[in-house]
């Protein structure tokens, strides 16, 4: 299985990014620009984890995976540890991204309800 697992491992990444990122698709989208994990040479020795580091604006989400459930994920992500991270990775950036979307202030600076009472010490 000598070269088998790099290329296992290669591949098993890039379908947990791509997972990830059709997950985030419909909530405007997250590019393979905002995930962060070492991508050193095919011939490196893998790592027995691997954290993923996904960054919306100052936030991250981080996700860990087992090189098994990386090497196992080559064709699709697979087992149910590896799917549960994905599937909550996906919740936590949707989150992100639509309170992203927000107007910073739902309400004006002349809006009544910013707006402090008279005061009442009768000077």
Known sequence: MGMQAPDDFSNGLR???RAIMDGV?????IAAAEFSWSR????MRRPETVRLHLRIGS???VGKFSREEIEDSSDCV????????VERIVS??????RKAALP???LKPDDP??????SSTGK
């Open 15 to 17: 379908t947990i990014e």
């Open 25 to 29: 698709e419909a909530a405007g989208g």
């Open 40 to 43: 050193g040479p095919a011939s």
């Open 59 to 61: 936030r991250a989400v």
């Open 78 to 85: 697979s087992g149910v540890e590896a799917i549960w991270t």
């Open 92 to 97: 936590e950036l949707n989150r992100l991204l």
């Open 104 to 106: 910073d202030h739902f």
């Open 113 to 118: 309800v910013l707006k402090q009472p008279a």
